[in-house]
Structure formats: C-alpha cells, structure tokens
C-alpha cells in the first residue's frame, strides 16, 4: 500500500483523498502501489492566495521516475472541487512516477520530456501544456468514476 500522509485536512476531506489515491493508484499504477509516498497538505484558501485549487511536487532525487510526493489542495473547496483536484493532482502523480514525463536540464528555458517529445514551455500558456491537457481532461471523469465505485461499495455491490 502507498504511504500516505495529511496535514491540515479535515477527517472527511482525509478519507477522501485517500481512497481517490488508492483509487488513482489500482488504476493507473498497481504495480507502483508499495514504492510510492504521497502527502496531501491542505492549504486554507490556496485559489485566494495564489490563483490555484492545487498543485503536485515530486520530493525525491530521481526525477525521471519520481516515487515521493507533496500534493497541495485548498481545503477550503467543495467536496465536488476538492475531488476533482486530488483527481487532477494524482494524474500529475502517474505523469512523473511512470516516467511520461520529465523536466530536462537545458539552458535554453523550460524544458520537459513527455512521452518521448521535447516540449519547450516558455511561451506557451498553460492551458497548452499537454500534461496539463490530461489532467484537465481526466479529472472530471475519474472524479465520476471514483463516486461511483464508492456509491457501489457502500450499497455492498462490490
């Protein structure tokens, strides 16, 4: 099971974010499930402080395949906001720890390695970004997929 570790969430918010980790986990990394660490920090009004619901930082020496984790989430969101944030957040996780993407030493700017193509991100808006891309696009329907699987477990379904 990964390691896992809170700070300033509140007990819902901690279960929360905690099965949508193992739920990130089973999906899109199982064999990854023991080797990695992920601590969720919540941070009161973090979209008033800086314009954002969350953010994620890989903490270990090796980059290419990153195995610890800090994800940051205001916890002052929604439940709905708050879920789909850790959603985002945990494809940033899949991103790193399976090695799709990284940042690449360069003296010419912001350089990263995704998924085999150098991008260049300098004068390129964020929206652009294609990590960016995925995360928006997935966090939405993990976020479905996630209630519903939970919705089944309560029922006994499953």
């Known amino acids: 099971m990964a390691t896992k570790r809170y700070n300033q969430l509140t007990k819902e918010q901690k279960f929360l974010a905690f099965e949508a980790v193992e739920f990130v986990i089973d999906k899109f990394m199982p064999r990854l499930k023991d080797k990695l660490h992920i601590r969720i920090k919540g941070v009161e009004n973090l979209v008033a402080k800086e314009d954002i619901r969350g953010d ?32 985002h957040e945990m ?19 912001e350089v990263y390695r995704w998924c085999g193509s150098k991008i260049k991100v300098d004068n390129m808006d964020y929206y652009d970004y294609p990590w960016e891309i995925e995360a928006h696009g997935r966090e939405y329907g ?17």
């Open 56 to 87: 994620c930082e890989f903490t270990d020496e090796n980059e290419s395949r990153a195995r610890e984790f800090v994800i940051r989430v205001d916890n002052t969101l929604s439940d709905a906001e708050f879920l789909q944030t850790i959603m």
């Open 91 to 109: 494809v940033h996780v899949k991103q790193w720890a399976k090695g799709e993407m990284y940042r690449l030493r360069s003296q010419k700017g």
């Open 142 to 158: 993990l976020s479905l997929q996630f209630v519903k699987k939970m919705t089944l477990k309560i029922k006994g379904l499953i």
